[in-house]
T-cell receptor
Framework: QKEVEQNSGPLSVPEGAIASLNCTYSDRGSQSFFWYRQYSGKSPELIMS????GDKEDGRFTAQLNKASQYVSLLIRDSQPSDSATYLC?????????FGKGTKLSVKP | EPEVTQTPSHQVTQMGQEVILRCVPISNHLYFYWYRQILGQKVEFLVS????????KSEIFDDQFSVERPDGSNFTLKIRSTKLEDSAMYFCASSDWLAENTGELFFGEGSRLTVL
């Protein structure tokens, strides 16, 4: 059974702070990892992908991958109220994405 | 920007009825997927489709479900005899050949199915 685990939250941070979202996965052979953002009632929207150990930065978002620990994280700097959403961690298992339950982030003005 | 489109956006049906959800994937994409999300729960993989056949399916995708690519543009999900527990948002997704290996999927806006 392929598992992707996330803390469901809610995670509440003040506007301008750093939000840190974490994810662990069960299959050591996984190579591709993704963070999707999902607003309530909407479809998942890809915001970051990461394939190699280390950090990958894109604007205010930084994804971190540690394959030895089977751990993926997403940092959101200078959090904005518009970042309030559920963040889904997804792992590619043989071409199919398996999602975690998501972490609900609330950014307070 | 190319996008995946789904119809209907919301369908209400009686238990036991057949439902067909339709999707138009991005035109140059080769891999197609259906996912579902029961309210308040996680996005779950149902089935993947490539070269006019199912590539992989989950335990959820039982004999009540079928997929079809009836022409060059549409990709459909049929639920033969709906049950109450089929009530969910159904997302279609597509990817190109690179994304099939990297997992970068493009999702439609979803079709909400309500079974009464």
């Amino acid at each position: 059974q392929k598992e992707v685990e996330q803390n469901s939250g809610p995670l509440s941070v003040p506007e301008g702070a750093i939000a840190s979202l974490n994810c662990t996965y069960s299959d050591r052979g996984s190579q591709s990892f993704f963070w999707y953002r999902q607003y309530s009632g909407k479809s998942p929207e890809l915001i970051m992908s990461i394939y190699s150990n280390g950090d990958k930065e894109d604007g205010r978002f930084t994804a971190q991958l540690n394959k030895a620990s089977q751990y993926v994280s997403l940092l959101i700097r200078d959090s904005q109220p518009s970042d309030s959403a559920t963040y889904l961690c997804a792992v590619n298992y043989q071409g199919n994405l398996i999602f975690g339950k998501g972490t609900k982030l609330s950014v307070k003005p | 920007e190319p996008e995946v489109t789904q119809t209907p956006s919301h369908q209400v049906t009686q238990m036991g009825q057949e439902v067909i959800l339709r999707c138009v994937p991005i035109s140059n994409h080769l891999y197609f997927y259906w996912y579902r999300q029961i309210l308040g729960q996680k996005v779950e993989f149902l089935v993947s489709f490539y070269n006019n056949e199912i590539s992989e399916k989950s335990e959820i995708f039982d004999d009540q479900f079928s997929v079809e690519r009836p022409d060059g543009s549409n990709f459909t999900l049929k639920i033969r005899s709906t049950k109450l527990e089929d009530s969910a948002m159904y997302f279609c997704a597509s990817s190109d050949w690179l994304a099939e290996n990297t997992g970068e999927l493009f999702f439609g806006e979803g079709s909400r199915l309500t079974v009464l």
